[in-house]
């Protein structure tokens, strides 16, 4: 069956209007190597049929490794209710909640993620979601311009260079001066980012624990900061925070970070869950929108948008953000994994992270020539050096069937000989044993 409707005039017309001869020319620009050989498709097949093959090729995506790969984004377990209740078709077939009577349920999962935003940084005010963590560091940057009328930030280079990257794109085409700051024996070096703090800087970014997964107690540096009117914004990995210090104790701005490992999936890179919170002073300057409670006129509850300063809704020039649509149905995940989990869950399941990871390091220390970097403590990410190219050992280790980990030349120059292992709950003790015992046949080798 034909389901194109255009007869060949109609082409002709069409292809005239825009000044080319034929179809063929549409697509001179793409390489004839990178082109489509051929439209012939099969004969159409039977339900059973597509069935099986679906199934088949969908098979193919699970190789079986043993994944030690983080670098913020991690393979944490989801309970199964997270995906029942969020796959009831009240949710995913909803979309923006614009009209408060008829959007009830939609509004307040919002506000309850919101709520379980705020009591995990400890910070006063979260929005109803970013697009990813790198979103969210970009969106509290520009957020640090508008609230201190200046355009200079301090970049520790702990941060993940994907958010980094991220944070570089999108600002190209804006006065903004950028300084970024090195590690330290894994950490924040305090006297580098006090030497560029002066009274031109917005904000200093900072992570926690950072790309290298070395914890830091970032106290010191907002305090300093404050004392120069400058603000700190920290990116936050949510599930360490069952055990570290929180950003609101720290004294920190703008807390932000990528909600994936809140009951997300890793689904080849997305879709993911950008948060932010900040002080109740800033609330008026956050991007996105916010979902606030209150009583309608015969005194009962109900949730509404509040601040919502998009372009959609404003002038274009008075907006806080144009890509700041929230991920509700990925924020909805985030709340009822946080539910399920709860306060105390959330600490034992941080403290089984840390012990896992703190087991690995043990292990792989006993291996000859393995250098497990302590500088600093970790949570569930450590750093370690081998006597080998990280890219050609994690080549072998994956015939072996681990995802060793990620190789960090490939974003720091003379770093190619040092690994970035991640250990999460789900890893058992065997497969602990079995990492490390794999890693030491390939080094032997």
């Known amino acids: 069956m034909n389901f194109v409707p255009h007869t060949q005039a109609d082409i002709q017309e069409m292809l005239k209007a825009i000044g080319v001869s034929s179809v063929e020319d549409l697509f001179k620009d793409i390489s004839p190597g990178l ?51 969020a796959g009831r078709s009240e949710f995913y077939t909803a979309y923006t909640p614009y009209q408060p009577e008829s959007s009830q349920g939609w509004l307040q999962s919002i506000y309850e993620y919101q709520t379980a935003i705020c009591e995990l940084t400890g910070l006063d005010v979260a929005n109803a979601s970013l697009y990813d963590g790198g979103t969210a560091i970009f969106e509290a940057a520009m957020m640090a311009l508008r609230i201190t009328g200046r355009n200079k930030i301090i970049l520790d280079s702990g941060v993940n260079f994907i958010y980094r990257s991220m944070l570089y794109s999108y600002t190209a085409n804006l006065n903004i001066e950028f300084v970024e700051t090195q590690v330290v024996h894994g950490q924040s070096c305090r006297e580098e980012v006090y030497k560029y703090l002066d009274d031109k800087t917005a904000a200093i970014i900072l992570q926690n624990p950072n790309f290298f997964g070395a914890v830091d107690d970032h106290t010191d540096i907002v305090e300093k900061a404050h004392s120069f009117g400058c603000l700190v914004i920290e990116s936050v990995y949510p599930i360490s925070l ?12 703008i807390a932000v970070g990528e909600g994936q490992s809140l009951g997300l999936p890793l689904s080849f890179g997305g879709p993911y869950l950008g948060f932010m919170c900040v002080k109740k002073d800033f609330v008026r300057k956050m991007p996105g929108r916010i979902v606030g409670a209150t009583l309608d006129k015969e005194g009962k509850r109900g949730f509404v948008l509040t601040l919502q300063a998009r ?13 700041c649509s929230n991920q509700a149905l990925c924020a909805l995940r985030a709340v009822i994994y946080l539910s399920l989990i709860g306060k105390e869950g959330l600490k034992e399941l941080a403290e089984l992270n840390y012990q896992k990871s703190e087991f690995a390091k043990e292990l792989l220390a006993k291996i000859p020539k393995v250098e497990v970097k302590r500088s600093s403590p970790t949570f ?12 050609h050992v994690i080549k072998k280790m994956t015939a072996k069937g681990f995802i060793a980990g990620f190789p960090l030349g490939k974003y720091y120059k003379g770093m190619d000989n040092y690994l970035l292992v991640t250990v999460t709950e789900i890893k058992s003790k065997d497969n602990i044993v079995d990492f490390a015992k794999a890693l030491e046949e390939v080094l032997v080798a």
């Open 35 to 85: 082109r489509a050989k051929s439209f012939n498709l099969p004969q159409g097949l039977s339900e059973l049929e597509v069935v099986e093959y679906c199934r088949n090729l969908s098979s193919l995506n699970s190789s079986g490794l043993k994944n030690f790969l983080g670098a913020g984004f991690y393979q944490h377990f989801i309970p199964a209710a997270v995906d029942e209740l």
């Open 242 to 253: 069952g055990m570290l210090k929180t950003p609101a104790e720290m004294g920190v701005d």
């Open 311 to 323: 372009e959609q809704h404003i002038r274009r020039e008075k907006a806080t953000s144009n890509i």
């Open 380 to 391: 569930n990410e450590f750093t370690i050096v081998l006597p080998k190219r990280v890219d």
